[in-house]
């Protein structure tokens, strides 16, 4: 994931720094969830983003809050 990850965020990135930001923010995910690339393929997207959304409706019902990746 690292590789393809970096090598996709290079055109994109305005500094060294925001690319190695970006990687890391994928590796805390991957560290909560498992093989990022493998998820967003057999999952998609917007899947996994649900696993970590909390609406109103879930504080109302004191649901809790997904595990945070920070």
């Known amino acids: 994931m690292k590789l393809v990850f970096g ?7 305005k500094v060294k720094k925001t690319t ?4 890391s ?11 990022l690339d493998a998820i ?8 996994l983003l649900g696993r ?7 504080q109302r019902r004191e649901a809790l809050i997904p595990r945070p990746c920070l």
């Not at 090598?7 to 990135?13: T, Y």
């Not at 923010?25 to 093989?35: C, M, N, Q, S, Y």
């Open 25 to 35: 923010t994928a590796r805390r995910v991957e560290d909560v969830v498992g093989d």
């Open 40 to 47: 967003l393929q057999s999952e998609g997207k917007e899947a």
């Open 52 to 58: 970590f959304s909390y609406s109103v409706d879930d």
């Open 20 to 23: 190695g930001s970006r990687v």
């Open 7 to 13: 090598i996709g965020l290079q055109p994109m990135a």
